[in-house]
Nanobody, 114 residues
Framework: QVQLVESGGGLVQAGGSLRLSCVAS????????MGWYRRATGKQRESVAM???????NYTDSVKGRFTVSRDNAKNTVYLQMNSMKPEDTAVYYC????????WGQGTQVTVSS
């Protein structure tokens, strides 16, 4: 059974930084596509950043140049480094894993104050 556990959310001022972590278990992590989604209040869930099993990344336009997704296969962990944060980044962030099927973490709240 695949489990994804996020950590690192919290409250930060605009212009600040946070790093989210997601530890995966019950899966061959290195073969999974991993990433992060977010859902802001009253909005649809959106893909924020993805990293393939061979390290290829892609980002939604609104975070390009500010967010960086990375992975450490030895630690079964995917990260999301968020810099120059904006109030519009406020959302619940979900870890995502895909290999044959999708899996989701429980979510971690990120709040950016202006």
């Amino acid at each position: 059974q695949v489990q994804l556990v996020e950590s690192g959310g919290g409250l930060v001022q605009a212009g600040g930084s946070l790093r989210l972590s997601c530890v995966a278990s019950g899966t061959i992590f290195s073969r999974n596509r991993m990433g992060w989604y977010r859902r802001a209040t009253g909005k649809q869930r959106e893909s924020v950043a993805m990293i393939s099993s061979d390290g290829i990344t892609n980002y939604t336009d609104s975070v390009k140049g500010r967010f960086t997704v990375s992975r450490d296969n030895a630690k079964n962990t995917v990260y999301l480094q968020m810099n120059s944060m904006k109030p519009e980044d406020t959302a619940v962030y979900y870890c995502y894993s895909y290999r044959y099927r999708e899996h989701w973490g429980q979510g971690t709240q990120v709040t950016v104050s202006s």
